[in-house]
């Protein structure tokens, strides 16, 4: 059971260039979510999924897309990356929202 | 979800109890309060959540004032680890299928 994993951790982008970030859990997890966090910020929520197939917006989803396809991937894809998307960036997932969401450990995102 | 304010920063002795407080006064009868924490630059990580009893775990108390307007997170004897930010969250039955939404938390800083 390796819970919420995030690959990479840390990633250098020029800007324009596009990426996909990954997360995947173990967890048979319905909801899952990304967060970014700038420096001294509490996280804000970039997209949201309640189930495969299902995907929403949060409070900052400009620039950025999702997909979940399957139960245990959700990837963010950023389109053209620009200077203020430099950021880490977190995934979660949770069962049912009521045992709490269980984290990754986090994709430091830097662009130039 | 409802607005908490919370303390941006308080002190604690090592072995101490540590409280931190948390006002939600517009929390609705549904509205669950969610506590989790974030130790530097690690992912946030769930403590506990409860309605309108108070509630225990291994890690930490809560406990939610009869008219739910206020709460407050009880770690009992706190050590050098616990320094961290703590974020208090109201969110709906559903346990925050849309996400969460983090405030800028409470730094907990715990002294030798």
């Known amino acids: 059971n390796a819970g919420v994993t995030q690959t990479p951790k840390f990633q250098v982008l020029k800007t324009g260039q596009s990426m996909t970030l990954q997360c995947a859990q173990d967890?048979?997890?319905?909801?899952m979510s990304w967060y970014r966090q700038d420096p001294g910020m509490g996280l804000r929520l970039i997209h949201y999924s309640v189930g495969a197939g299902i995907t929403d917006q949060g409070e900052v989803p400009n620039g950025y897309n999702v997909s979940r396809s399957t139960t245990e991937d959700f990837p963010l894809r950023l389109l053209s990356a620009a200077p203020s998307q430099t950021s880490v960036y977190f995934c979660?997932?949770?069962?049912?929202?009521?045992?709490?969401?269980?984290f990754g450990s986090g994709t430091r995102l830097t662009v130039v | 979800d409802a607005k908490t304010t919370q303390p941006t920063s308080m002190d604690c002795a090592e072995g101490r109890a540590a409280n931190l407080p948390c006002n939600h006064s517009t929390i609705s009868g549904n509205e669950y309060v969610y506590w989790y924490r974030q130790i530097h630059s690690q992912g946030p990580q769930y403590i506990i959540h409860g309605l309108k009893n108070n509630e225990t775990n291994e890690m930490a108390s809560l406990i939610i004032t009869e008219d739910r307007k206020s709460s407050t997170l009880i770690l009992p004897h706190a050590t050098l680890r616990d320094t961290a930010v703590y974020y208090c969250?109201?969110?709906?039955?559903?346990?925050?299928?849309?996400?969460?939404?983090f405030g800028k938390g409470t730094h907990l800083i715990i002294q030798p």
């Open positions: 969250i109201v969110t709906y039955s559903g346990g925050g299928a849309d996400g969460l939404t």
């Open positions: 979660a997932s949770s069962y049912s929202g009521l045992r709490g969401y269980t």
């Open positions: 967890m048979n997890h319905e909801y």
